[in-house]
């Protein structure tokens, strides 16, 4: 059978709160309620986490989801809601959902510049954004104890999770840890994870309507080019009429004969390419 993951922990860990306790009961580990909740005293998520993290380090393999339904189920507990979350139907953690922010994501492994710039950023969350990462906790605690600073540990932590990850260090794995509820970081992830030379570059302007621009553009040019040929402002009514037998036009009022100023063939390609560049 197989053995619960830690994503599937840190959510249960959330949605179990204060119920930690009698959880820790049912699955046996009555004697470690007391020292969980004096060292890690006044915050219940924590604590029960860590009672979850004690369970499965002591059970290996054995911990299961199985094991874990029929803890939630008992009459003393009775969270046939949880069970049925987290231990039925596939339920394995909020890790793997579809990542929710507007834009693309940096390709490849998370880059050492932007480690340094996210470590100022995650505060005290670093420990639950190493878990997310799949970091374990021995690796986190002693990051804790070797660094008294809150930014040495969140750097080192990144540190250590590009080093062991390699390929999998990545901004997608970093997306949905910071987006996970556990921390919800949104903006330190659309800050650092999404790819914002596209929506530099873009032009803001539909292709549509630059068509329609550049078509009213060109009639304008036309349109200006006749009235200096002519004399006639532009927008005066001018007569022009094709000759069945030749080449001959009607001339205006003032006596010169209109034509329209030559248009290079490639005149609306070149003003199409130039619209869009800039």
Same mark, same amino acid.
């Given at each position: 059978? &197989? *053995?619960?993951?830690?994503?599937?922990?840190?959510?249960?860990?959330?949605? =179990?709160?204060?119920?930690?306790?009698?959880?820790?009961?049912?699955?046996?580990?009555?004697?470690?309620?007391?020292? +969980?909740? &004096?060292?890690?005293?006044?915050?219940?998520?924590?604590?029960?986490?860590?009672?979850?993290?004690?369970?499965?380090?002591?059970?290996?393999?054995?911990?299961?989801?199985?094991?874990?339904? &029929?803890?939630?189920?008992?009459?003393?507990?009775?969270?046939?809601?949880?069970?049925?979350?987290?231990?039925?139907?596939?339920?394995?953690? *909020?890790?793997?959902? &579809?990542?929710?922010?507007?834009?693309?994501?940096?390709?490849?492994?998370?880059?050492?510049?932007? +480690?340094?710039?996210?470590?100022?950023? =995650?505060?005290?969350?670093?420990?639950?954004?190493?878990?997310?990462?799949?970091?374990?906790?021995?690796?986190?605690?002693? +990051?804790?104890?070797?660094?008294?600073?809150?930014?040495?540990?969140?750097?080192?932590?990144?540190?250590?999770?590009?080093?062991?990850? +390699?390929?999998?260090?990545?901004?997608?794995?970093?997306?949905?840890?910071?987006?996970?509820?556990?921390?919800?970081?949104?903006?330190?992830?659309?800050?650092?994870?999404?790819?914002?030379?596209?929506?530099?570059?873009? *032009?803001?302007?539909?292709?549509?309507?630059?068509?329609?621009?550049?078509?009213?553009?060109?009639?304008?040019?036309?349109?200006?080019?006749?009235?200096?040929?002519?004399?006639?402002?532009?927008?005066?009514?001018?007569?022009?009429?094709?000759?069945?037998?030749?080449?001959?036009?009607?001339?205006?009022?003032?006596?010169?004969?209109?034509?329209?100023?030559?248009?290079?063939?490639?005149?609306?390609?070149?003003?199409?390419?130039?619209?869009?560049?800039?």
């Amino acid at each position: 059978m &197989e *053995s619960v993951s830690t994503s599937c922990l840190i959510d249960l860990a959330f949605d =179990l709160s204060v119920d930690w306790r009698k959880l820790a009961r049912a699955l046996g580990l009555a004697n470690e309620v007391q020292r +969980i909740g &004096e060292d890690y005293r006044k915050n219940v998520i924590e604590q029960a986490y860590r009672m979850l993290q004690t369970w499965k380090q002591r059970n290996g393999t054995q911990a299961t989801y199985q094991g874990l339904g &029929e803890a939630l189920t008992t009459q003393v507990l009775s969270r046939n809601d949880l069970a049925q979350k987290y231990c039925e139907g596939g339920n394995r953690g *909020s890790l793997e959902t &579809e990542i929710d922010l507007q834009g693309h994501l940096k390709s490849g492994q998370v880059s050492m510049s932007d +480690i340094i710039s996210i470590a100022n950023d =995650l505060g005290k969350d670093w420990l639950w954004v190493g878990r997310l990462l799949g970091l374990e906790d021995a690796t986190l605690d002693g +990051i804790r104890d070797a660094h008294t600073q809150m930014y040495e540990c969140s750097y080192k932590m990144l540190e250590i999770w590009v080093e062991r990850r +390699i390929t999998q260090a990545t901004y997608e794995c970093l997306a949905r840890a910071l987006l996970h509820r556990t921390v919800g970081m949104r903006d330190v992830a659309e800050k650092y994870c999404l790819d914002h030379r596209e929506s530099q570059t873009a *032009s803001s302007v539909p292709p549509e309507e630059g068509i329609q621009q550049l078509n009213e553009k060109m009639e304008h040019l036309q349109l200006s080019g006749l009235s200096k040929e002519t004399g006639v402002a532009a927008g005066s009514p001018v007569n022009i009429q094709s000759s069945t037998e030749g080449e001959t036009v009607n001339k205006s009022e003032t006596g010169s004969t209109p034509s329209t100023p030559p248009v290079p063939d490639d005149w609306y390609n070149q003003e199409l390419h130039h619209h869009f560049a800039v």
